[in-house]
């Protein structure tokens, strides 16, 4: 039998891929599919510590776009190691919360860094980790912002100007031009009951592993608290 796949969810802040990650993961549950579900920065101890320094540490305004780079690089690459392979290996669906792409659009694209360096990065991060599937929820940065005015603690990469998260939505439909056959372009501003369906519709068609008999233990170790919206 095939092995369960590596899905990665992209897009914006406020795009509603926690959402609809959350939505997966129950499916699964439900299904009897094992699966974990993760994120970057984040999903492991080290990364989790290296989340914290890029999002919300005191010091963190004057963090340069290179510097910025390598700590994502470095969340990865550990990520990679303890996290996703080993599940991967153990026949576990994995789900993460951001991938390498987010690396290519937001640090090469919104930040304008050299995009042959990141890419030389991002695969000297993963090495042959590659997604099988990618979800990019495509939302306009007027509809991401007003899903983001909610009382809750703003990270760095919230605050930066509306032209930020233009040149982010921008750079995820090129890179979805570019791999049509592993990324799926949704309208992330429909109804979530619609997004999810036509999620699991994509899944099923091209894994028929995550409808076949299931596997005998339901989840693998549990993901991260994250905010439901995002």
């Known amino acids: 039998m095939p ?16 959402t609809q990650i959350q939505r997966l993961a129950a499916r699964l549950e439900r299904s009897g599919v094992p699966y974990l579900v993760t994120r970057e920065p984040g999903g492991t101890p080290i990364g989790e510590t290296i989340r914290e320094l890029l999002q919300f540490a ?4 004057r963090m340069t776009s290179e510097t910025e780079l390598l700590l994502f690089e470095a ?4 990520l990679v ?3 996703i392979k080993p599940a991967l290996e153990r026949d576990v ?9 987010s690396t290519t659009v937001y640090q090469g694209a ?32 007027a509809t991401a912002e007003s899903r983001m005015q909610k009382p809750r603690r703003a990270d760095r990469m919230e605050q930066q100007p509306a032209e930020f998260y233009e040149r982010v939505r921008e750079g995820y439909r090129e890179l979805a031009a570019r791999e049509p056959k592993r990324i799926v372009l949704i309208d992330g501003s429909r109804n979530a009951d619609e997004i ?9 068609s091209r894994f028929p592993a995550l409808t076949a008999n299931p596997r005998s233990a339901k989840t693998d170790r549990p993901g991260p608290d994250r905010d439901p919206q995002f």
């Open 196 to 204: 999810e369906e036509q999620v699991w519709e994509t899944l099923s």
């Open 81 to 83: 190691r303890e996290t």
């Open 93 to 101: 669906c994995v789900i993460a919360d951001r991938f390498f792409d």
């Open 75 to 78: 969340s990865r690459s550990q």
């Open 58 to 61: 005191p010091h963190n305004s």
């Open 3 to 18: 092995r369960l796949p590596f899905i990665t969810f992209e897009g914006s802040e406020g795009c509603g891929k926690s």
């Open 110 to 141: 919104a930040r304008s860094l050299d995009r042959e360096m990141v890419e030389r990065l991002n695969a000297f991060a993963v090495g042959d980790c590659i997604p099988d599937i990618t979800f990019v929820l495509d939302v306009d940065a």
